[in-house]
């Protein structure tokens, strides 16, 4: 199992960014794919998670109106469309995914396999 994300980079504040995880896995239906982020002085911090088969879509408070996650299926892929930027949106963003674990897709131990991560920064 491999995940690749990319498309990170530095935008100004109100900017937008898309980011891309391909998930390479058995073709299973119904693996949750998640985004995270994390900063040096915080806490690997949930930002939203998509289930791979149903579509159901799930966001953290802070991203909330913001970030959107969609997925295409043909492509194997999950996207995070994050607008409205904010200087408090710099972080690494990493993606994972759900395949044998159990439990909410708000934790990242939930989460079987990562990905590299993606520098997000945003300027004020």
């Known amino acids: 199992v491999q995940l690749q994300a990319s498309g990170g980079g530095l935008v100004q504040a109100g900017g937008s960014l898309r980011l891309s995880c391909a998930v390479s896995?058995?073709?299973?239906?119904?693996?949750?794919v998640g985004w995270f982020r994390q900063t040096p002085v915080k806490d690997r911090e949930f930002v939203a998670a998509?289930?791979?088969?149903?579509?159901?879509?799930y966001y953290g408070d802070s991203v909330k109106g913001r970030f959107s996650i969609s997925k295409d299926n043909t492509k194997d892929t999950v996207y995070l469309q994050m607008n409205n930027l904010q200087p408090e949106d710099t972080a690494v963003y990493y993606c994972?995914?759900?395949?044998?674990?159990?439990?909410?897709?708000?934790?990242?131990?939930?989460?079987?396999?990562w990905g590299q991560g993606t520098l997000v920064t945003v300027s004020s």
């Open positions: 896995a058995p073709s299973y239906a119904g693996y949750p």
């Open positions: 998509i289930s791979w088969g149903g579509g159901s879509t």
């Open positions: 994972a995914v759900q395949i044998y674990k159990s439990g909410s897709n708000i934790y990242p131990e939930s989460y079987d396999y």
